[in-house]
């Protein structure tokens, strides 16, 4: 049994990949991490830096639950390496609030009642974050009519297709819906 014990640590550690040094740029702190460079960017959050906000759900890119937020963009950090994030900013559900209150997406969730279960909430807030800057900066969506037009009308059509890459199991979209318009408008109105 020691032999066998033996045969599979040797084979473990000469087929493992070497690890790298990198630095990320996490919710405006800087973290060196020793890791492999296979390791994608929510496991790094996850287990490495104990940044347990943005969630593994599906581990596929296909449920928007690992949302987070790289220079600003929408990103999927189940299907991006650590190592590619290198260099740019990155922004968790943790790193959204300021000096201890809320962003004004996360309280919208609140006062709407965004959520039922939470876990798909910290990937909806980010990725509504993302969305909204994404419509701000003129982006179509699937829906938009005239992809041409500087003017898109931000519509209940427009928020749901552009969150389609969310899912919410428990089926709280009218108040993630609710809540994304209340923070688009006092926005815009401001």
């Not at 973290?31 to 296979?38: T, V, W």
């Not at 593994?56 to 987070?68: E, I, L, M, P, S």
């Not at 807030?125 to 898109?152: K, Y």
Request: glycine residues 10%; negative net charge.
């Amino acid at each position: 049994m020691a032999e066998l014990d033996f045969a599979i640590a040797a084979q473990s550690t000469s087929s493992s990949p070497s690890t790298t040094q990198i630095s990320l740029r996490i919710n405006g702190d800087n973290h060196s991490l020793r890791i492999e460079p296979r390791v994608s960017l929510l496991d790094a959050l996850r287990e490495y830096l104990g940044l347990t906000g943005a969630k593994k759900g599906c581990n596929q890119g296909a449920c928007g639950a690992c949302t987070v937020l790289v220079d600003g963009q929408r990103t999927l950090s189940c299907l991006a390496l650590a190592v590619q994030c290198e260099g740019t900013e990155i922004t968790t559900i943790e790193g959204l609030a300021e000096d201890g209150a809320l962003h004004p997406m996360q309280a919208a969730f609140v006062e709407q009642d965004g959520f039922q279960c939470g876990y798909c909430t910290p990937g909806q807030i980010c990725s509504a974050v993302g969305m909204i800057r994404e419509f701000e900066d003129g982006l179509p969506s699937a829906v938009t009519s005239d992809v041409a037009t500087s003017a898109i009308e931000f519509s209940d059509e427009e928020i749901k297709e552009r969150m389609s890459g969310n899912l919410c199991r428990c089926g709280a979209y009218v108040g993630i819906c609710a809540a994304i318009r209340e923070v688009y408008d006092s926005e815009v109105t401001v």
